[in-house]
Every structure is written in C-alpha cells, then in structure tokens.
C-alpha cells in the first residue's frame, strides 16, 4: 500500500526522536519514497546523518543552501508529498501549526501542503494534558489534521502517563489503513 508513495517525514526536537530513524527505515521498506525534515532543535536529538542513510535522501532543515543562493522550496515538497507525517510533534510545533507561524522549513512546508497531514504527539504528560496543547490539537483537527495518539507508559522524565510516541510499527501500520481507507471512499 505504501509503495511508491511519496511521503515527507517531519521530526521535531523530543526524546521520541530516535524513534524517527526505525519508522523511516520501515517506510523505506515498504517502498515509499521519504523525504526527512528536521526542525532546528530535532537535530540535537538525532544526526541528520542517520536519517539521510535510512531515508536514502539528503535531509532538509534550512531554507538556504550554504552561500550558493539555492533554496528548499516548501511549495514544491508540499505538491511532491502523498502524506506528511510528524513524528514526533512536540507541543511547540503543534501550537505553531494550529497558528499559522511558518519560521522554519517544516512549517512552511505544512502550511503549504495540500496532501493529508497525520500527526503524532511525544511530550511529557503535564505538556500533552495542558489545556493549551489540547487546543491546539482540536484546532489542528478542524484543519483536518489526523493524530497518532500517544501511548501511556513510563516517559523519558521518569513519570508515567500518556505522551510516549506510538511505536513506529504501529504508526506504519495507520498509515497503511489510512491510505487503504482512502482508496475505498
Ligand atoms: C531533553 C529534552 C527533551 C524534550 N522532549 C520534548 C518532547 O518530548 N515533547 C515536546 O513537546 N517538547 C520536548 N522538549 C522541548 C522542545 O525540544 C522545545 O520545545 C523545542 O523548542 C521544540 O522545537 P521544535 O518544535 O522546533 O522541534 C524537550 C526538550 C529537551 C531539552
């Protein structure tokens, strides 16, 4: 189902991060063609390297290219992709998205995208509860936004409750049923 889909893996600055580079080795594999952007503060997280090698593309992150005068332009990765997917969405990339503030290239890109967006949270429980992020969230669905809700469990703080980024297999795997759903209406 995922096989030649071109999908636009977003990852942004949470612990869940590391998770990013087995979910794209798994679109990988099952055929998609993956483009990686990570914000800023992602790449303190986990090496752009890393998810250049699984992704089998250059990573994007900045608007500009060195002193060349080349650009990453956001309108066309937004027409290239059949999907975006956030994972992880921390809380500051949410509000930012619920908001319309584009200041860096994955905002700007998500601004721009026509194809379906599916998000899927990682933050620490108190974050995730907040009534703000709660209400960027419900903003972000009337855009027509889907999330990947995230599991409950121990978190990298030491608590426990909900805010763990669902498990790449099964994010794969709602990405698939998403597409198969699509296919059917
Ligand atoms: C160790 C550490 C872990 C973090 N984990 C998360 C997280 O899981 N979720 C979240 O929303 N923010 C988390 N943050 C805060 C974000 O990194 C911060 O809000 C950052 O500005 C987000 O930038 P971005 O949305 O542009 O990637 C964490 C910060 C640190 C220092």
């Known amino acids: 189902m995922l096989k030649d889909k071109n999908i636009i893996l977003g990852v942004t600055a949470s612990i869940a991060a590391y998770k990013a580079a087995s979910l794209v080795r798994l679109?990988?594999?099952?055929?998609?063609?993956?483009k990686v952007i990570m914000t800023t503060y992602a790449k303190e997280f986990i090496s752009p390297v890393t998810m250049a090698t699984l992704s089998k593309n250059t990573v994007l992150s900045d608007?500009?290219?060195?002193?060349?005068?080349?650009w990453n332009s956001h309108v066309?990765?937004?027409?290239?992709?059949?999907?975006?997917?956030?994972?992880?969405?921390?809380a500051n990339t949410m509000a930012k998205m619920a908001h319309g503030i584009c200041d860096n290239l994955l905002l700007t890109t998500y601004l721009s995208a026509k194809c379906p967006v599916i998000h899927a949270p990682a933050m620490d429980l108190d974050m995730f509860k907040h009534p703000a992020t709660l209400r960027n969230m419900e903003i972000l669905r009337s855009y027509g936004d889907k999330f990947i809700e995230p599991s409950s469990g121990e978190l990298a703080s030491g608590l426990h409750g909900k805010g763990r980024m669902e498990e790449p297999d099964v994010i794969v795997?709602?990405?698939?049923e998403f597409f198969e759903s699509k296919k059917k209406n």
């Open 76 to 90: 066309d990765l937004g027409m290239w992709a059949d999907v975006l997917i956030v994972a992880p969405t921390t």
């Open 173 to 176: 795997k709602k990405i698939t």
């Open 63 to 70: 608007f500009f290219k060195h002193d060349d005068g080349s």
């Open 27 to 34: 679109l990988v594999k099952e055929g998609a063609n993956v």
